[in-house]
């Protein structure tokens, strides 16, 4: 008789404490995703965020997918546009008040420098919101890891040996910085010269600029550049500072050295190898939110 009442009161403590359990668990998950990049203002340069929206569907066709620009600058000139886009802190409020408990956001930038380092910042406070987000995991930029360098320059390689010669160079144009981040253009640049050294890097804001890259042309003999973006989209940057028709843009300074330039108005994010570079970044933060 007492086994029988022990019995029964070790079966009520254990139904109580499922009843706990269940109580607990009505709080859902529920995984969002966040893309985050620089941003741009010229429509046409959109195309790349396309691609890497329909991409990133494609991998995670069940999760919403959002995106938020960290320039204050391009998300002013679009507001006038009329067309509103979030701030990565204001994103990430709405979504924890939307009920999304678990956000991997992925960094769309090339380098882990500043603008990554902020959105880090930003991201980690987001995390443990009473009421609002659990877990908030930020995704590395495209080149972080060796690995990343072999992939892009392996990739890069594939896609314009046949551009480069002995006469003709490819020169890349990376949009520098002042963050000890911006090593990894030199950094880079040697992954790419393990190809050819008919690659070159160089930046329009950090080290080295064009004026360092010309004397490296010169002393093997180029006859013609073709110059492209290393950045996320072809924006401002590439439609200007590379290929305008203003003096100090570089297709009008290779050419007033002699030089035949050719330009190829293409941002990174347009190609698939590129996202998938970024999408498996990604995919790394998702599985261990
Ligand atoms: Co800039």
């Given at each position: 008789m007492r086994l029988f009442i022990v019995k029964i009161f070790i079966l009520s403590l254990l139904t109580m404490s499922i009843q706990e359990v269940s109580a607990h668990k009505k709080i859902e998950t529920n995984n969002g995703i966040l893309l985050v990049t620089f941003g741009t203002s010229y429509p046409e340069a959109r195309v790349a965020f396309a691609n890497i929206e329909k991409k990133v569907k494609d991998a995670f066709p069940d999760v919403e997918v959002r995106w938020a620009y960290t320039s204050k600058i391009i998300r002013r000139i679009l507001k006038k546009r009329g067309n509103n886009i979030d701030s990565p802190s204001e994103a990430l409020a709405k979504m924890g008040e939307e009920g999304f408990t678990h956000i991997a956001v992925q960094s769309l930038h090339v380098i882990p420098g500043e603008e990554f380092e902020n959105l880090k910042l930003t991201v980690n406070a987001f995390n443990k919101m009473p009421k609002g987000i659990q877990i908030a995991k930020l995704g590395n930029p495209l080149l972080f890891l060796d690995e990343d360098n072999q992939a892009m320059a392996s990739f890069l390689d594939g896609k314009?040996?046949?551009?480069?010669n002995s006469k003709s160079a490819l020169l890349f144009m990376g949009h520098g910085t002042?963050?000890?981040?911006?090593i990894y253009y030199p950094g880079f640049q040697y992954y790419l010269q393990q190809k050819s050294d008919k690659y070159f890097l160089g930046t329009v804001e950090g080290y080295p600029m064009l004026e360092q890259i010309i004397p490296q042309l010169k002393a093997q003999k180029i006859k013609k550049v073709v110059l492209t973006p290393f950045?996320?989209?072809?924006g401002d940057h590439a439609r200007?500072?590379?290929?305008?028709?203003?003096?100090?843009s570089w297709k009008t300074i290779l050419e007033k050295e002699g030089f035949e330039v050719e330009c190829i108005l293409k941002?990174?994010?347009?190609?698939d190898d590129v996202v998938n570079i970024w999408i498996n970044h990604l995919k790394k933060v998702y599985e261990n939110l």
């Open positions: 314009f040996a046949d551009i480069t002042h963050h000890a981040a911006n950045m996320t989209v072809a200007n500072d590379m290929a305008g028709d203003e003096d100090d941002g990174m994010a347009e190609y």
